[in-house]
């Protein structure tokens, strides 16, 4: 009812407001407009319909100038080379975070970017993050900033470019020469090119400030390896050579800048019949998706961290000879307990027994003096060259905290009058005792440059908008040094200028433009050649461009522990706040896409929110739980927090994962001027440039404040007794796994868990002749991070619903990742395991469906039949899985209206967009099964393995996900489906599901871990012949293990 | 008359002390009593009553709207809940969619002749309850616009509905019970149409009670064509009171799910209809009963027999409840096992818990006559057996779904005010519909009635 009468009411609102121009008056006449809505479709905390609003508030005004409004579908006269008009081409271009390229390539219809996937030749590996995956979204994200604006006392007023380069000519020119009192905050950023322009700038402006600002950096570890090393140094792991790893609060599976490479390497060795297995042991405060996949995790404080390592050093010293002892070493309190006692002696013996094929790593969060001396007990233990190298990385910096200080403190004393925020958002993001926004009033000329309208772009009193990086040229180097390139994909929607474009109007070269920059400093480092810069963009990079291997290393100064962090921690003691990176919204900056925000945080399973993260036992003993706000005191600074109590997380500890909370992003994060709250909570407020990555004393008032409804897609503490024996008593069926012995003694163990009577088939099946479809998921590798999740829905044109949807169950992707507990829960074992459609053979769904919606496919997909569907959504009640994602409400309504048309560019067009009322699922990305069979059938040839690669496998930084034709004797996937440790998750109920899961194995050290006994032997089979006797040869009994 | 008649008719008379239609039962007074009804202004409580169910019924018709103008999220429906409140509501309604059949088929096969006196109550009773069941398939699918896609109909898309889905056996089951159940109804109506047509004072009245009277007089021949089809019928409905709730059960019982996937079922939910019907005809008759001044035609004797299949069937139901359970342990299958565990102490302990206090243990005080034949307490069970049935269907469906095989998907299910709007809305239309059969058309079968009276008896011991 609403609904229609809204969509008309709204058609006939634009159109009349069609002809407006962008004018203040416009702004606030629709900002007015929408809050007051039906409350049913527009209550405040409905994030989906803030995305419906988005475009409604902001996008329009100025996208009458845009050119995909006016449509010709008319034939190209001269039509470019190689286009065929609705066929894909593939770019390589490039993406930076936090002053790191990747390598990716980008998908393109018709002149529109719709996917990215990772570059598969880049040395620095393929796969990409999740970032990289909603990039699309933000390229069409209608609250980006659209044009330049003023912002007089608090308000946006319409600028433009011109506008902004009169001021420039006005206010910063006369500067030219000196450029006393102008000063840039840049992100981060290892562009060659930018360098070069840089060094114009301080040219122009000798006396101006240059400070980059991350707010979150590896400037500890930088710190170290560059004293260590006499100049800036990185270090890249061949985790695939590592027969033992130690990472010490280091989440390098996922948040490190390779971690592509290194959950490959890492991945490659956790299949035990392809290679033998390392172990893995980790050290860390918070859970990590690191943490997931170890052998064994010792939960401490991050301050302990350090005492461990000295433990470490002390065993592999005194009783191993490797290294010398550090002066001090913790044997009191934790350090006395039994199991770090084991966990140090187990480690150590391990690292010694394969000294040059172990790695040791330390995280971002640890100080200095951990990196260093992981450095040394590296090279000492002759990892150095194997597991290990050290790169002189010349030039790349990481920007610390002690630039941005000085320069607000000329802020504050009133020593700068012009401040450019180049890409930053220092109001927002800056630590709290430097109190930015107070300093920053006091400068006179506050120029934003960014993507969006954010807290500094408010708080500046000129804002212009930035293109995206899909939208420009850029280059930079990845970790290991590639000179990686950036081509744009498609125009700048809003006009937004790259950054050598800004910086160029800064010095007043205006001629400055990205693409022959880039290729002036191109020719520059490799000489003027054409063929080569064509080539290298084609590419992406320009090879044989990484970082020259380090010299050696001086000696690393001792580590010594704080010696208040001896103790376990007790009710009596204060807590630590751990601050970490959040691996959805980064540091905020990506806080306003969607798919993000409604990704699953891969531990908590938090979806649109963070939360005070502790463990069990502190909780139990500060009486705490779940959705209680209540207010956390660190150094003097409050905030009400809500608490997510998670299994792992250190006694003692709070986990603060930052980029929430953001006031003033769009209509999806928060925005503070349509009324719109924040999503989560900005522990910024808390973070203090001497608490960047762990503070001290951190207090809480056990008063609580409220209840805080946080949403998780998996809830698990608030389930009663019944649900959590019923529970235990099934996840060893879902969820197999075993150890590398069981696994040795028994290769197909997995397979014996779930013993039934024969099974038989109510009508006659169906055959495969011809292609059979099928995926298998290797839970052994799968780390649980849920990039799959994102690739699908990126591929799918998945919706998101919003944290009330969420809440209510309705969430609709494609591809879920289920996290399992097992063991103590205050350190616990999880299991992930990636959950999308089964394709099953004898599909309960297709026989329950009144319509025929859905229906086999001759090659064995389950297919879904949008057009048919009435949605009855029985097909989803007799799914053993709960795959199946049901349209209860329009969730692209936002589309329909006329504002959506920039959201219709992130669509995949190969996929459709459903309606509300029918039911979607995993389709086995069919669309590119039809792809390759077009390309393959047109030439006369079979698919062949490896033609069709499914999103979620695709994106898969740990190669944990097959698929391809089981008929197909040769393919991958037939290999993991006769694999010994595959099985099918509830193979009694005979729906002879096509994807098949092999068992997770863990390769735990004999003295941590219950003796293992071997059974002889294992009961009689179900008769049913569903597993054969004869082990496959993939079966490789002859790897050695650790 | 044969000896071994008039034996059995003594016989009946020692079984059945009290006589069926009690008062001054003569033939007039009985087409009066019945008839008065229709033909005078009703009750003050009739208008309160009418004016309540329509405003109800309004509320329903708003939430509908609302819900085909937004979509089904506007229910409390999740994943994996995909089965909430329509479907409860449907299966409640075609439960108690079976009394008015089987009181009129299967007992009229068997001469029960005490079913003279509530027949045509509980097969309006039955008629107003299905089609307040059939409209929740209906509006609960995702696209109500391509419903019609579930029917067999020739179409340019040359497609078939899917024949193995029970959904589907379902639209068969309870279109043919409809049917079946309307002629049934409609044909034993004709007679007392055609007495209210001789009685009309006005023209109006005459036309329409006229043109559904269909011209009967009331001959010989009418009277054996309308006993042979009367019989016909019967027989033809009798299987459709077991038909059509197996089917309806099949909904479930065919599927995988845990709690839903059990043999027991057809019987187990003809049993609970069969229950809920009779709480059902309880619960309007009692009021009915007075408003109308038809106690002598609805006795005490009448409720009593009904208290007692009530009991009856409560307990099927609750050896039912039992054997699900023992057979959930005795499969050795652990999710069948926990569905039933999660059912009794799960988080809808709560429903599980009113569905057996209500169903199983409330009837239990029929054991004693005085309960039997009282009044308030008869009320009082039956809307109570009303609300355990409802439960029953809700405890079938959502702790069901809402924790099934794989513990990552288990979630709560909540409803929202529109479920209740529609919930609540579907009893206004139940009581738009019987109080409009109250007002117009005669509430008890006078020609069948007239059969049970003394006067009648004496006439056959002739």
């Known amino acids: 009812m609403s609904s229609l009468e809204r969509s008309e009411s709204t058609q006939k609102y634009w159109r009349s407001l069609n002809e407006l121009e962008q004018t203040p008056e416009f702004q606030a006449l629709v900002e007015t407009e929408f809050p007051g809505g039906p409350e049913e479709e527009w209550t405040e905390s409905s994030r989906r319909r803030f995305l419906q609003l988005m475009g409604a508030s902001l996008a329009l005004g100025s996208m009458s100038s845009c050119r995909w409004q006016k449509e010709y579908i008319t034939p190209m006269v001269d039509r470019p080379e190689d286009w065929v008009p609705g066929k894909p081409r593939h770019y390589a271009s490039m993406m930076q975070v936090g002053g790191v390229a990747a390598g990716v390539v980008v998908t393109s219809y018709d002149g529109r970017p719709t996917k990215v996937e990772g570059s598969p030749k880049h040395p620095a590996g393929a796969g990409t993050s999740t970032y990289a995956q909603a990039a699309t979204l933000e390229l069409c994200d209608p609250d980006r900033s659209q044009a330049p604006c003023q912002i007089i006392d608090g308000a946006e007023v319409d600028a433009s470019w011109e506008g902004f380069e009169s001021f420039l000519v006005e206010q910063l020119y006369g500067l030219r020469g000196s450029g006393g009192g102008l000063a840039v905050i840049a992100q981060s950023d290892s562009s060659p090119a930018m360098a070069a322009l840089r060094r114009r700038f301080e040219e122009t402006y000798p006396e101006a400030t240059w400070v980059e600002w991350e707010a979150w950096s590896r400037d500890e570890e930088a710190k170290a390896l560059a004293s260590l090393f006499g100049g800036p140094t990185r270090p890249t792991f061949k985790a695939e050579a590592a027969d033992i790893l130690l990472t010490l609060d280091d989440d390098f599976l996922e948040l490190h800048p390779e971690h592509k490479k290194n959950a490959r390497g890492y991945a490659s060795r956790r299949k035990p019949e392809e290679r033998a297995m390392n172990r893995h042991y980790a050290v860390e405060p918070s859970f990590s998706v690191t943490g997931v996949g170890a052998d064994h995790r010792l939960p401490v404080r991050g301050s302990q961290v350090a005492g461990v390592l000295l433990a470490i050093q002390a065993e592999l010293a005194v009783n191993y000879g490797v290294g010398s002892a550090p002066a001090s070493v913790p044997t009191t309190g934790l350090f006395a307990s039994g199991p770090v006692q084991a966990f140090v002696k187990a480690v150590a013996g391990d690292l010694a027994t394969h000294r040059g094929s172990c790695l040791v790593t330390a995280g971002v969060n640890q100080p200095a003096e951990v990196h260093a001396t992981v450095v040394g007990l590296n090279i000492a233990l002759g990892n150095r060259g194997n597991t290990v190298e050290y790169h002189a990385a010349d030039g790349m910096t990481e920007p610390g905290t002690e630039e941005l200080s000085a320069l607000v403190e000329s802020m504050r004393d009133g020593a700068v009058d012009t401040v450019v925020c180049l890409g930053t958002n220092p109001v927002y993001d800056s630590p709290a005792d430097l109190e930015f926004t107070s300093a920053y009033s006091r400068v006179a000329n506050r120029i934003h440059y960014g993507l969006y309208r954010d807290e500094t772009a408010m708080a500046s009193t000129w804002h212009v908008n930035a293109a995206h990086w899909l939208e420009a040229w850029a280059d930079g180097r990845s970790w290991d040094g590639t000179h990686t390139f950036a081509q744009p994909l498609i125009a700048p929607l809003y006009d937004g200028r790259d950054r050598y474009a800004f910086v160029g109007g800064l010095i007043g070269r205006g001629d400055i433009e990205a693409q022959s920059w880039i290729q002036q400093q191109f020719n520059a480092l490799y000489g003027p050649d054409e063929l080569a810069w064509r080539k290298a963009i084609q590419r992406g990079f320009q090879p044989g461009t990484s970082f020259v291997k380090a010299g050696a290393p001086g000696v690393a100064p001792a580590l010594t522990m704080d010696s208040g962090q001896l103790e376990p921690w007790d009710e009596s003691m204060p807590l630590e706040a751990v601050f970490r990176l959040d691996s959805k919204v980064y540091d905020g900056r990506f806080a306003n896409l969607g798919w993000l925000q409604e990704l699953p945080d891969p531990l908590t399973k938090l979806t649109w929110d963070n939360a005070a993260v502790i463990g069990v036992g502190t909780a139990n003993a500060l009486g705490l739980k779940d959705h209680d706000l209540v207010e956390f005191e660190l150094n003097g600074r409050k905030l009400e927090l809500a608490v997510y109590v998670m299994p792992g997380q250190a006694p003692g500890t709070v986990g603060l994962p930052i980029g929430y909370g953001r006031t003033t992003c769009g209509h999806v994060a928060g925005l503070a001027a349509d009324e719109i709250d924040p999503v989560g909570f900005d522990t910024y407020k808390l973070r203090t440039t001497d608490a960047m990555a762990f503070g001290q004393g951190m207090t809480v008032d056990r008063e609580k404040k409220g209840f805080y409804q946080l949403v998780s897609t998996q809830d698990h503490h608030v389930i009663d007794t019944t649900g959590m024996d019923g529970r235990a008593d099934r996840i060893g069926d879902l969820v197999r796994s075993g150890t590398l012995e069981e696994w040795r003694d028994h290769p197909d163990f997995a397979q014996h868990r779930v013993h039934h009577p024969p099974l038989k088939s109510t009508w006659k099946e169906h055959e495969y002749s011809d292609y059979k479809w099928g995926m298998a998921v290797d839970l052994s590798a799968c780390n649980g991070c849920g990039a799959c999740t994102v690739a699908c829905n990126a591929e799918n044109n998945v919706p998101i619903v919003g944290k009330d949807q969420v809440f209510k169950g309705r969430e609709m992707t494609w591809m879920r990742m289920d996290r399992y507990f097992t063991g103590d829960p205050e350190n616990p074992q999880v299991v992930s395991q990636p959950v999308s459609c089964m394709h099953c053979e004898n599909a309960p769904c297709e026989q329950v469906c009144p319509v025929a919606a859905t229906v086999h496919s001759s090659e064995g997909t389950n297919d879904m039949v949008y057009n048919r569907c009435i949605g009855t959504r029985y097909c989803s009640n007799n799914c053993p899985y709960k795959v199946r994602r049901f349209n209860f409400l329009n969730w692209n309504e936002d589309l329909q209206e006329e504002d959506g048309e920039v959201r219709k560019l992130s669509m995949n067009p190969e996929v459709t967009v459903r309606v509300r009322g029918v039911m979607e699922k995993c389709s086995y990305c069919i669309q590119r099964i039809s792809a390759a069979r077009i390309e393959r059938h047109s030439k006369g040839e079979r698919i062949q393995d490896g033609d069709v690669v499914s999103a979620c496998q695709d994106v898969c930084p740990s190669e944990a996900i097959y698929f391809g034709d089981l008929n197909d004797e040769s393919s991958a996937v037939r290999k993991k489906h006769d694999n010994d440790r595959a099985y099918a998750m509830l193979p009694e109920l005979n729906n002879k599901p096509r994807t098949v899961y092999l068992a997770a194995i863990r390769n735990l050290h004999p003295d941590l871990a219950p003796a293992y006994e071997p059974h002889g032997g294992h009961g009689g089979h179900g008769g049913d012949g569903h597993h054969s006797d004869g082990h496959s040869d993939d079966s490789g009994k002859e790897v050695e293990h650790v | ?462």
């Open chain 2, 1 to 462: 008359m044969s000896n071994g008649e008039i034996a059995s008719a003594e016989l009946d008379n020692i079984i059945d002390p009290p006589a069926l239609v009690q008062g001054k039962a003569d033939l007039a007074t009985i087409t009066e009593t019945v008839s008065r009804v229709a033909e005078h202004k009703p009750p003050k409580a009739w208008y309160i009553g009418f004016a309540m169910a329509l405003g109800v019924l309004g509320m329903l018709g708003m939430a509908v709207l609302y819900l085909i103008a937004t979509g089904v999220g506007v229910w409390g429906n999740n994943q994996p809940v995909a089965w909430g409140w329509p479907i409860v509501n449907f299966v409640f309604w075609v439960g108690i969619g079976h009394a008015g059949t089987l009181i009129s088929a299967v007992l009229y096969l068997f001469r029960q002749g005490w079913r003279t006196g509530i027949n045509r109550f509980s097969e309006a009773m039955t008629i107003f309850a299905v089609i307040c069941a059939g409209l929740f398939p209906a509006i609960h699918v995702g696209r109500i616009w391509v419903i019609y896609w579930v029917f067999p109909i020739p179409n340019q898309m040359a497609m078939w509905p899917q024949f193995r889905s029970p959904l589907l056996w379902d639209v068969f089951a309870v279109s043919t019970y409809f049917t079946v159940s309307l002629l049934f109804w409609y044909m034993g109506l004709v007679p007392d149409l055609a007495t209210l047509r001789d009685r009309s004072k006005t023209k109006i009245r005459r036309l329409m009670y006229g043109i559904f009277a269909l011209g009967w007089t009331g001959a010989n021949r009418q009277w054996h064509r309308y006993e042979r089809a009367y019989l016909l019928l019967a027989a033809l409905a009798t299987p459709l009171v077991l038909s059509v709730h197996s089917v309806v059960s099949f909904d479930f019982a065919v599927s995988q799910l845990p709690g839903w996937h059990t043999t027991i079922f057809p019987p187990y939910f003809v049993a609970g209809a069969i229950f809920s019907g009779f709480a059902m005809v309880v619960t309007l008759a009692v009021p009915a009963r007075a408003l109308f001044g038809l106690r002598d035609l609805i006795t005490l004797r009448h409720l009593e027999l009904m208290n007692k299949v009530i009991m009856a069937t409560g307990m099927l139901v609750g050896y039912a409840y039992a054997m699900e359970f023992f057979m959930a342990w005795y499969s050795g299958n652990k999710y069948e096992g926990f569905a039933f565990v999660n059912r009794a102490f799960g988080p809808y302990a709560w429903a599980y818990w009113i569905m057996v206090t209500c169903n199983v243990i409330t009837p239990q005080i029929y054991w004693f006559k005085k309960a039997r034949r009282s009044i308030p307490i008869m009320f009082v069970v039956s809307i109570f057996v009303n609300i355990g049935m409802w439960f029953e269907r809700f405890v079938i469906t959502v702790t069901s779904l809402n924790r099934d095989f794989l513990p990552s998907s288990w979630n709560y299910f909540s409803p929202t005010v529109i479920d209740w709007a529609t919930l609540i809305g579907s009893f206004g239309l139940f009581f738009t519909l019987f109080l409009l059969f109250c007002r117009f058309l005669p509430q008890v079968a006078i020609a069948e009635v007239k059969t049970q009276t003394p006067h009648a008896h004496s006439h056959s011991a002739h």
